[in-house]
Nanobody, 123 residues
Framework: VQLQASGGGLVQAGGSLRLSCEAS????????MGWFRQAPGKEREFVAT????????NYEDSVKGRFTISRDNVKNTVYLQMNSLKPEDTAVYYC?????????????????WGQGTQVTVSS
């Protein structure tokens, strides 16, 4: 499985961005998908996850109510809609796929990773 993330960029605080992650392969619909982020000098942290069907999601506390994860199993794509962005959201955002299928919060539970897309929020 190959994952290609896109949609990052520079935005002012309070603005919005939508990240996309397109997956190759025919088994995308059986995978749980997640978004993680890593800021300079910090460890990679969990942001959001969605189960194989899209029925269940889970978020890191600081993004609840601002970010929404969704998926389109026909397009093999997972999205992260980010609203009310804050400077502390600045990081490289990575998408990941887990063959386990249900929501996952820990990096080691993911089997495949995309290359990352930079999100920069200016104050």
């Amino acid at each position: 499985v190959q994952l290609q993330a896109s949609g990052g960029g520079l935005v002012q605080a309070g603005g919005s961005l939508r990240l996309s992650c397109e997956a190759s392969g025919r088994t995308f619909s059986s995978y749980a998908m997640g978004w993680f982020r890593q800021a300079p000098g910090k460890e990679r942290e969990f942001v959001a996850t969605i189960n194989w069907s899209g029925a269940r999601t889970n978020y890191e506390d600081s993004v609840k109510g601002r970010f929404t994860i969704s998926r389109d199993n026909v397009k093999n794509t997972v999205y992260l809609q980010m609203n009310s962005l804050k400077p502390e959201d600045t990081a490289v955002y990575y998408c990941a796929a887990s063959t386990r299928g249900w929501v996952q919060r820990l990096p080691y539970e993911y089997d495949y990773w995309g290359q990352g897309t930079q999100v920069t929020v200016s104050s």
